[in-house]
């Protein structure tokens, strides 16, 4: 039986922005190729909604995951321990979980702008919102404003129709500038001002009912040190541990009522300010980066999870699954199940426990 709380809505500490702005150190030196990395076992849970879009908590191996009015804290080593449930009392949805620190929760709402009767596009009200978890669970409004939430910069930036926001401890938005989806980059030694910070030029994936570009038009890669450059095409970009950057390439314009990613696409990988792009994979999407190690996990157009050197020379098939996300500490990858256009209304989350071979016979 699944344990429920009742939530509304909730703030931030200064100490919830800035617990996450560096990365948790190591504990082992672990090798850097693709085929060091196996699977010691896996486990998981079924989930309400086809998305859950699983996060892992900043220093263990819970994960939040969406469901169907609200949002569960998935824990336990074996998938047999049942989620804390936290609902909305109104029964809305909850869109883009993330973790603040240990004990926070926050999302967003479930669209960045509604289309009103008289034509006009207004922006989503429903804000975003704070949950302190566990056994007194509390809740309440943070911002008026923010979709598809993300921490850097001891900040969050969010998206506000066609421009990105930047919001503060005390849920005090700020105009960062025009654009789509910002991804900050959340690196151990870089400062508030030198952190790097990407975004796309239009919405690509949704409706642009602003700014008359191309589908498909450039990444904007914002590097630390205030170098600038363009990547055409590319979305889902994300910061490796090196202070690189790594992308998904859209070969064409996605099909509407098709998934997007059957256009094709590739992930490319940028080592520096000024570097040309790397193919680190090709027809893969959904780059996610080793908190660690020069390691990138991606999702293949045949369903599967493969792990690639950053330099794209080496890789290993993992086994099925879409949309990985690491842990903390990189030793266990969240994915699910493959991608389909068959109607579904529900998911599972996979866990990998992962070992490397100086680490073989290890329990994690």
Known sequence: ?????????LGLSL??????????????QAPTVPADFSIIRSYGWDTEVVNPQPQWSPDDYRLVVRDASGFEILSGDDGTTPPDVYRSVEGRETFSPIWLDSDHVLFG???NVERLTDGRIVPDVQGLTRVLIGSKPENKQFASV???PRLGHGRIFAQSEDHIVTID???????????FYAEPERGGASTKE?????????????TDWWTGK???????????????????????????????????VLRADPTPGVSWWKAGTDVVSIAHPGASPLTVCHDAREPACHPHLPIIAVTTTAGEVVLCSEDGTQSKDLGPGSNPVWSFDGERLAVLDPTSDAPRHSNHITIYVLSTRPMAGASP
Do not use: N
């Not at 039986?1 to 809505?9: K, P």
């Not at 100490?15 to 082992?28: E, F, N, Y």
């Not at 401890?169 to 654009?179: N, R, T, Y």
């Open 214 to 248: 191309p589908v498909r038009s450039d990444l904007v890669i914002h590097w630390p040190k205030g170098q600038v450059d363009l990547l055409l095409a590319g979305v889902q970009p994300a910061w490796t541990s090196r202070g690189g950057l790594v992308a998904t």
């Open 15 to 28: 100490a919830s922005l800035t617990a996450l702005g560096c990365h948790q150190a190591a504990r082992v």
């Open 146 to 148: 923010g979709y598809r």
């Open 169 to 179: 401890a005390l849920g005090h938005d700020e105009e960062f500038g025009p654009g």
């Open 194 to 206: 030198g952190e790097g910070v990407a975004w796309q030029e239009t919405p690509v994936f949704e």
């Open 1 to 9: 039986m699944s344990t429920a709380h009742t939530c509304l809505i």
């Open 109 to 111: 709402p479930s669209h």
